[in-house]
Antibody
Framework: EVQLLESGGGLVQPGGSLRLSCAAS????????MSWVRQAPGKGLQWVST????????YYADSVKGRFTISRDNSKNSLYLQVRFFKVEDTAVYYC????????????WGQGTMVTVSS | SYVLTQPPSVSVAPGKTARITCGGD??????VHWYQQKAGQAPVVVIY???DRPSGIPERFSGSNSGNTATLTITRVEAGDEADYYC???????????FGGGTKLTVL
């Protein structure tokens, strides 16, 4: 079964750090670009970051550039999002998503991991 | 920067046709993808590359894209189609993924 499973969310203080993980199974992970998409409570979907299949190319939303780092380990079928200097407005459910082709057209999504930024 | 504009809400009676639009400057030259998100669940792609339907998505879902508007059409709407729908494109200019603001589909 094709599956993405996020982990690592929780409560973090403003200015704090966290690493989110996404474990992939059921497909050839190294063949596809992967992304993180977040959704603040009651709000719409917001793209966060994308990484190419081989990890050589990364892309970030302006709102997270310099604070978030996307990476992947194809030997472990895993995607990561390192977050530093959390802001209250980063509070959201963070989804990892697989691109069907190219950089987008997300055909597989994880169930999401909730990150709450609060003092 | 590129912006995708969706109506906040669309209402339709069961059995009728719902059309959800996604406006953007010359969006017709971009590939548009549509996601359905039911309450408390992760999004699901219902249309990608303008009008391709993933396996498992009913034929009632279709897409079109031309000029400044992309449209998701749902025929013979069912109660189970009630959800938020988002359009999405890749913005080549900024190397960004963009989502529309989302449209809440209400089945009356």
């Amino acid at each position: 079964e094709v599956q993405l499973l996020e982990s690592g969310g929780g409560l973090v203080q403003p200015g704090g750090s966290l690493r989110l993980s996404c474990a992939a199974s059921g497909f050839t992970f190294s063949s596809y670009a992967m992304s993180w998409v977040r959704q603040a409570p009651g709000k719409g979907l917001q793209w966060v970051s994308t990484i190419s299949n081989n990890g050589e190319n990364t892309y970030y939303a302006d709102s997270v550039k310099g604070r978030f780092t996307i990476s992947r380990d194809n030997s472990k079928n895993s995607l990561y999002l390192q977050v530093r200097f959390f802001k209250v407005e980063d509070t959201a459910v963070y989804y990892c998503a697989k691109a069907a082709r190219g950089h987008d057209a997300f055909d597989i999504w994880g169930q999401g991991t909730m990150v709450t930024v609060s003092s | 920067s590129y912006v995708l504009t969706q109506p906040p809400s669309v209402s339709v009676a069961p059995g009728k046709t719902a059309r959800i639009t996604c406006g953007g400057d010359n969006i017709g030259i971009k590939s548009v993808h549509w996601y359905q998100q039911k309450a408390g669940q992760a999004p699901v792609v219902v249309i990608y590359y303008d009008n391709d339907r993933p396996s498992g998505i009913p034929e009632r879902f279709s897409g079109s894209n031309s000029g400044n508007t992309a449209t998701l059409t749902i025929t013979r709407v069912e109660a189970g189609d009630e959800a938020d729908y988002y359009c999405q494109v890749w913005d080549d200019g900024g190397d960004h993924v963009l989502f529309g603001g989302g449209t809440k589909l209400t089945v009356l």
